[in-house]
């Protein structure tokens, strides 16, 4: 009995000799990827409002987020530099009063700014016309915790160009047509140098457009096909709240959604930001980004 054992003893060691070098020579398991978060706002701060309202607005938004996107803010393009660099965020609010209205502003804590841009997209009623020419205006970032590269894209879609989902034939609408297009060809081009979120005030309602289908708007353009492609805070989350603008939903924040294998960043969740002067609400969407 003692040798049978000292034999299983001496057997079971080498056994567990030969198992561990095995295990020594297989490669590890991938360790799981870290994520660390940020949040992408769009706010429409009405133009009329008072120094004292759009403040509070600006100041409220900021609060909540990271980076944001605003719309009607051009004839503050003075005001937001000072603000800009008196709270150390980044400002992008080029040219006159209508091309600097789709602003946006990025922590400096949390972001490196590497490029940026501005693309006229049309005159809504013709040349000089009410309402004014639309820009879709960009910015490329380097988000610092994860080192990965964040083009913001901010746009506002001229008004009344729908009901019910359905298009007003109207000059404007063509021109918000183009707007949209716009949008997507630039979020085509900037995926392939990574991340992308768009925001804005599309003047589109999520529910009625998503209805009616129109293959001009941000449902059939934006939303509908395949993967990848963009995907709306309402698309993935369902609409909260009464509305945006009113009972609709028409502010928005999109990302560029891969495939699973090949995705990145996710947007986790969005809440609608109430309590502003604007006769809009606030969207705050919130990221996560493998580091």
Known sequence: MRRTTNWSARAL?????????????LPAAPATAASVTFRAATLNIYYGLSQADFAHDLNLIASKADLVGLNEVGNRKAFLETWAADNGWWLYAPGGTNQAGEALIAKKS??????????????????????????????????????????????????????????????????????FQGLKDLAVDKQAEGQVIVSGDLNVDFSADRSYGYAKFPWQVFEANELPNLRSNYNLYGEKGTGTHGNRHIDYVYFWKRLPEYQVMWMTGYDVVGGTSSDHNGVVATFSVQS
């Open 13 to 25: 060691g080498a056994l567990a000799s030969v198992l561990a070098l095995g295990a020594a020579l």
């Open 110 to 179: 949390m972001f490196d700014v590497l490029d940026r841009g501005s693309i006229f997209v049309c005159d809504t009623n013709g040349p000089g016309e009410v309402p004014p020419a639309r820009y879709n205006n960009w910015v490329k970032y380097r988000h610092k915790a994860s080192g990965r590269n964040v083009t913001h894209i901010n746009a506002h879609a001229v008004a009344s160009i729908e009901t019910a989902g359905q298009p007003q034939d109207l000059p404007r609408t063509r021109c918000a047509e183009a707007q």
